[in-house]
């Protein structure tokens, strides 16, 4: 695929089929393995962290989705053994690749922006603070925020939970700033150690230039969105730090790592790109070549982070609930999206309920329009069968609110 005067149009079942495929929710599923998972990993290039666990830890359901249940260990190692992985703020609290450090060295130096001049005033006042807090650390032993004392002399001022808490905002600054890292995990609580026993020895520890950060941010944007837009491209990964995108794309363009082109239903003037690595791909799908799955998501899943994205190319009104008053909720506290072949087809509202060895769906929504076959049924009731094995509960429990023509299959199931 090489650029020309005729910019290439996609249709939305293209577009969406490419974002499936660079997204591996496509029937040509990636083997389960160490090595499978960094494929996936690669692919995707950062997994959120969430602290709600109704179903699972978001980071967990997103590799299932993908590999299922088996790969769930190889995270684990690939993360704290192999310390491929570590954590740091990509658009959100997020797990994000080792091979990636000099690109989010750059933000760290850059911590805090011009305008958090606050912050650093409150830095520069509690020097003293950072100083026990690296000093600590210092003596090799993984701690959590309580084993530090409160040595400020400025409190943090906020009118929400952060107020006086110093102690974890001077964690969370260093943190941002690269001087710690997370360094185990303990029933969910993160321990905290200095980047020494947190990154393996042969970690490339330069940072990227600003240019060189955003060109590449791009390029990894683009690989896993499969065709996005600038406004796009500005949500994923790293929200809010590709400045200078536009000359950066003009660049990639004429180097021919990126392709403009078009997808239906847009406005004239409405450009996408496609990155030069999917060519294979998108060439398959066009010729017809491509076979979908059924597949439930996590409510941060990467392919639906961004509702207006995923209102664009999926026609698919998302929101997540849980922060919504019970009394204003449509679906449900926990949705996960169902993709189905091509589309997102609706959503589910489960939670495991342990003390009954139960996966309780409280709901099965399906978009106006989505036909509540027989085959969709199976295709959906095979997934949340595997999700039950995955999270070791025995019976899945239904409540009243399911399509018209699956109630009596799914409640004498």
């Not at 690269?178 to 200095?194: I, N, P, S, Y």
């Not at 087809?345 to 399906?366: A, C, F, M, Q, Y």
Request: proline residues 7%; charged residues 25%.
């Amino acid at each position: 695929m090489t650029p020309s005067k005729a910019t290439l149009t996609l249709s939305i079942s293209e577009a969406r089929r490419l974002a499936l495929s660079r997204q591996h929710l496509t029937a040509s599923r990636t083997d389960p393995t160490p090595d499978g998972l960094r494929t996936v990993l690669r692919s995707l290039r950062y997994l959120q962290l969430d602290p709600v666990n109704v179903v699972a830890p978001s980071h967990e359901l997103v590799v299932w989705s993908r590999l299922g249940a088996e790969a769930g260990p190889h995270l684990s190692t690939t993360w704290w053994q192999d310390r491929w992985l570590f954590e740091y703020w990509a658009h959100a609290a997020a797990i994000v690749l080792t091979e990636d450090y000099p690109l989010h060295r750059a933000t760290m130096d850059a911590y805090p922006p011009p305008n958090r001049s606050f912050t650093q005033v409150w830095l520069d006042a509690n020097a003293v603070l950072a100083k026990h807090v690296l000093s600590r650390l210092g003596e090799g032993t993984p701690l959590p925020t309580e084993a530090f004392d409160d040595c400020a002399a400025m409190d943090w001022p906020s009118s929400g939970w952060t107020a006086g808490r110093n102690v974890e905002r001077m964690l969370t600054f260093l943190w941002l700033q690269g001087k710690v890292m997370v360094q185990a995990r303990e029933g969910g609580l993160r321990l905290w150690g200095l980047p020494d026993a947190c990154l393996p020895p042969d970690a490339d520890r330069q940072p990227m230039s600003a240019e060189q950060k955003v060109t590449t941010a791009t390029e990894h944007t683009l690989r896993a969105l499969g065709v996005a837009r600038p406004l796009d491209i500005r949500q994923y990964f790293l929200r809010g730090q590709y400045d200078g995108l536009p000359g950066v794309l003009r660049d990639l363009t004429e180097q021919g790592r990126v392709i403009p082109v078009r997808v239906e239903g847009g406005k004239p003037n409405e450009t996408w790109y496609v990155h030069a690595d999917a060519e294979a791909e998108l060439t398959a799908i066009r010729s017809g070549d491509w076979h979908g799955r059924t597949a439930l998501l996590s409510p941060f899943d990467n392919l639906v982070s961004d509702r207006r994205l995923t209102q664009r190319l999926w026609d698919f009104d998302f929101r997540n609930e849980m922060y919504i008053p019970k009394a204003k909720r449509q679906y449900g506290y926990y949705l996960l999206p169902i993709v189905h072949d091509d589309r997102l087809v609706g959503r589910i509202s489960p939670r495991v309920e342990r003390k009954r060895d139960s996966l309780l769906v409280e709901g099965i929504h399906l978009e106006p329009g989505v036909k509540p076959t027989a085959a969709l049924r199976r295709a959906v009731v095979g997934q949340l069968e595997d999700l039950a094995a995955f999270r070791g509960v025995r019976d899945i429990e239904y409540g009243e609110v399911l399509p018209d023509g699956w109630r009596a299959a799914l409640l004498s199931s």
